[in-house]
């Protein structure tokens, strides 16, 4: 079965550049994350949802941020303008839930390393 | 609010010898999952297990075994006989009722052949 696929792999702009990084979940999973990851902060929990729908977004930086679910198989996070600080690994999750206390393991993406110039 | 904590940063290893890489974990809910992945210099997360509060059995898979203790609110990783391939950050990570995943910091473990 296909993992969680992101893309690009790599993505390497200009400050100020807007930037949008694309998720497909495994099928069947009902819940994707959206996570950042930098040497100095670890791994950060940006958004979350749930059938589509955002349940917390309160790891969010900024409005410079944004992300969309318009369907079950794919989401995008948006970063518009970019800027240096914005450099990270992004990570995209997904996992199955069947409640509130379900918790099934996530399942990760490879990743997209951002590099804003 | 819950929190993970990993001690160690590195671990540096001679092939065949054996690791325990630490976590400890703050939660005030009752029902809460403790996990452990692994992220080799490929850079991808691979999820390794999943364990719910209600469960302290520990779990043996291969050379792998995690030792749960709810007493002293730790979940601890060993490896046994452990090789080069198992060269990774192993992040410990905790999720509480709401699905939010909290991770340490990670621990770096270097096996020298």
């Known amino acids: 079965d296909a993992g969680v696929i992101q893309s690009p792999r790599h993505e390497v702009t200009e400050m100020g550049q807007e930037v949008t990084l694309r998720c497909k979940p495994i099928s069947g999973h009902d819940y994707l994350f959206w996570y950042r990851q930098t040497m100095m902060r670890g791994l950060e929990l940006l958004i979350y949802?749930?059938?589509?729908?955002?349940?917390?977004d309160s790891g969010m930086p900024e409005d410079r941020f944004s992300a969309k679910m318009p369907n079950a198989s794919f989401s995008t996070l948006k970063i518009q303008p970019s800027e240096p600080r914005d450099s990270a690994v992004y990570f995209c999750a997904s996992s199955s839930g069947t409640g509130p206390y379900s918790n099934q393991p996530q399942h990760f993406g490879d990743g997209t390393r951002l590099s804003i110039l | 609010a819950q929190k993970v904590t990993q001690a160690q940063t590195e671990i540096s290893v001679v092939e065949k010898e054996d690791v325990t890489l630490d976590c400890v974990y703050e939660t005030r809910d009752t029902t809460y999952y403790l996990f452990w992945y692994k992220q080799p210099p490929s850079g991808e997360l691979v999820f390794l297990i999943r364990?719910?509060?209600?469960?302290?059995q520990n779990e043996i898979s291969g050379r792998y075994s995690w030792n749960f203790q709810k007493s002293t609110s730790s979940f601890n990783f060993t490896i046994t006989a452990s090789q080069v391939v198992d060269s990774a950050v192993y992040f410990c990570a905790l999720s509480e009722r709401n699905s939010k995943l909290t991770f340490g910091k990670g621990i770096t473990l270097s096996v020298r052949p």
């Open positions: 949802f749930n059938n589509n729908v955002p349940i917390d």
């Open positions: 364990r719910n509060s209600f469960d302290e």
